[in-house]
């Protein structure tokens, strides 16, 4: 493959890897056929930015594990958030002080796995998002 079209590829997609794995993409591309690296770059790549921003502000329905193609991460979430909800509405509507006591705490543990979830699942996705993006990539660059 020409130099030039690799170096364009690598600075155009920089942001979807990591420096580690920008180094193999490097390789691969230098041996690929010129139709392979057509379909390369016909293949979209997640952004790690939009990854972290789902994760962020949809992490309680799991938007942004869905994106990344983490499904169980996103049901996980979805899961605590749910449990997160019912607790918080038999806490509400508990009759006595000891039932109410008892969602009280299942609430708040609840709450406690649903910010643990948040901070991993924003923590990690732009490390998720790369490694989705190589995976892909590597498929896409399989040599025949």
């Given amino acids: 493959m020409e130099q030039d079209r690799v170096n ?6 920089s942001k979807h890897f990591s420096a ?23 293949l ?8 972290i921003v789902l994760s962020w502000f949809l992490s309680g329905f799991g938007v942004g594990a ?21 607790f918080y509405i038999m806490f509400l509507f508990s009759a006595n002080s000891s039932s109410e006591d008892i ?5 708040g543990i609840s709450g406690l796995v649903m910010v643990i979830l948040f901070l991993v699942g924003v923590i990690n996705a732009r ?12 498929d896409a660059a399989q040599l025949f």
């Fill in 127 to 138: 490390k998720w998002t790369q490694q989705y993006n190589f995976k892909k990539f590597i």
């Fill in 8 to 13: 364009m590829f690598v600075m155009q997609h």
């Fill in 66 to 86: 869905f994106y990344i193609k983490k499904i169980g991460f996103g049901i996980a979430q979805i899961i605590v958030y749910i449990m997160y909800i019912i």
């Fill in 103 to 107: 969602w009280g705490v299942l609430m």
């Fill in 20 to 42: 580690q794995d920008m180094m193999i993409v490097r390789q691969r591309l230098e041996d690929i056929t010129e139709d392979r690296f057509m379909y390369i770059l016909s």
């Fill in 44 to 51: 979209d790549f997640k952004s790690p930015t939009v990854a």
